[in-house]
């Protein structure tokens, strides 16, 4: 039976303390909140990622934050133990530190999430720690991200040189240091993200990094097959619903087209009295 109890701060700083790995998964409505939920999740992101899973961009780049606040509200309605992520889009919290606060302070205040996440390194420590002193926690986010990554040469693995490594280290304790509780590295080197997770603090996630982390986190469309526009590496699909899916939209199809259904059991019906009496009503409508 899964456990009724809201994940809190306390709960993910233990899970690190035991070395019990963290869990999360990304959802964008409410009943996919639900279900992960139901899976037990210990945390759920609100990703940009909803860009090209949910809106069919080609990159994360074109989120709103109307859009991130309209799913946030959507996942906070259908889960109520995991804690939620809510994903600060491109441009939220780059140009102005006043507008940063006020962007995660919506977060927090319209759509119910429990902290919020920006991508960066030693360039967001001013902003982060502006959010963290307005009161709201900031999950860091290194490595590959998305929003940047045509600077970075496309999504690729970073880190891969002794430099690169030693610049997402630092990073990463200058994160820790400028108020972060949690950092996301993606597409690292396994054997990097495990120093950078011993050297920390904080709890790390992992997406692409290797089993070293304190979590890990993936894509909800990835996991279950259902996004296949593009599937990095580090992707496990644990089932391919897109076949089922459209296996299971094509039999419907079919079955209407040669009015298999709706069946009988499908239908409602009056009561005969009530049918012969309708009848007797619009005889002269019939006529």
Request: hydrophobic residues 40%; proline residues 3%; contains cysteine.
């Amino acid at each position: 039976m899964t456990n009724k109890k809201k994940m809190t701060l306390t709960d993910l700083f233990r899970k690190k303390s035991e070395s019990t790995p963290i869990t999360m998964l990304t959802a964008y409505d409410y009943s996919q909140a639900k279900m992960v939920e139901a899976a037990g999740a210990d945390m759920i992101l609100i990703g940009d990622s909803l860009g090209m899973t949910v809106l069919g961009y080609d990159s994360t780049v074109y989120v709103t934050m109307e859009d991130m606040l309209h799913h946030c509200k959507a996942v906070k309605r259908g889960a109520s133990r995991p804690f939620l992520v809510g994903d600060m889009p491109f441009m939220s919290y780059q140009t102005d530190i006043a507008d940063a606060v006020r962007n995660a302070g919506r977060f927090i205040k319209e759509a119910g999430v429990d902290c919020v996440k920006l991508e960066g390194g030693a360039s967001r420590v001013k902003v982060i720690k502006a959010i963290v002193s307005a009161g709201i926690p900031v999950v860091g986010h290194i490595g590959l991200t998305p929003q940047t990554a045509t600077q970075l040469g496309g999504y690729k693995v970073q880190g891969k040189t002794a430099e690169a490594a030693e610049k997402l280290l630092q990073d990463a304790l200058m994160l820790e240091q400028a108020g972060c509780f949690m950092i996301v590295l993606e597409a690292v080197p396994a054997r990097l993200a495990a120093i950078i997770s011993e050297k920390l603090s904080i709890p790390t996630v992992g997406i692409g990094a290797g089993a070293g982390c304190d979590g890990q986190v993936l894509v909800y469309h990835d996991l279950l097959g259902i996004f296949d526009d593009f599937v990095p590496k580090f992707v496990k699909k644990y089932a391919n619903l897109k076949e089922h899916t459209v296996d299971a939209l094509k039999q419907y199809c079919l079955e209407v087209e040669a009015r298999q259904f709706p069946a009988p059991e499908h239908s409602y019906e009056m009561e005969e009295g009530e049918f012969e009496r309708f009848l007797k009503r619009i005889e002269h409508e019939l006529a």
